[in-house]
């Protein structure tokens, strides 16, 4: 049974740092994309990062230079590591991998391309 699921999201003051983590299980983490995305209340869930099977990586701008993500095959889990926190990332965080086939050495940040995700977890970036 595939299962992700995210942990490490609290209050951070604005310009503070929070490391999330998304732990895989039913699957191996390393052969499957995985996507973060986020919703903040009243939008739709944005993609913003994402890394592939080959490691590779995609961005949106707002989050360049700012989020990294990573991955330890050892422990099944995917890291995103985010810094300069900003009031406007405050949402719920997900993460999220794709049902086979697997497009090799490619991510997307489409929501629609993702069929497993986690429940969540909630950053909230406030003085």
């Known amino acids: 049974q595939v299962q992700l699921v995210e942990s490490g999201g609290e209050l951070v003051q604005p310009g503070g740092s929070l490391r999330l983590s998304c732990a895989a299980s039913?699957?191996?983490?390393?052969?499957?994309?995985i996507g973060w995305f986020r919703q903040a209340p009243g939008t739709g869930r944005e993609g913003f990062l994402c890394?592939?099977?080959?490691?590779?990586?995609s961005y949106i701008d707002s989050v360049k230079g700012r989020f990294t993500i990573s991955r330890d095959n050892a422990k099944n889990t995917v890291y995103l590591q985010m810094n300069s926190l900003k009031h406007d990332d405050s949402a719920i965080y997900y993460c999220?991998?794709?049902?086979?086939?697997?497009?090799?050495?490619?991510?997307?940040?489409?929501?629609?391309?993702?069929?497993?995700w986690g429940k969540g977890t909630q950053v909230t970036v406030s003085s």
């Open positions: 999220a991998t794709v049902r086979p086939p697997i497009r090799a050495g490619q991510c997307q940040l489409t929501a629609s391309e993702y069929g497993y």
């Open positions: 039913g699957f191996t983490l390393e052969y499957y994309p």
């Open positions: 890394i592939s099977n080959s490691g590779s990586t």
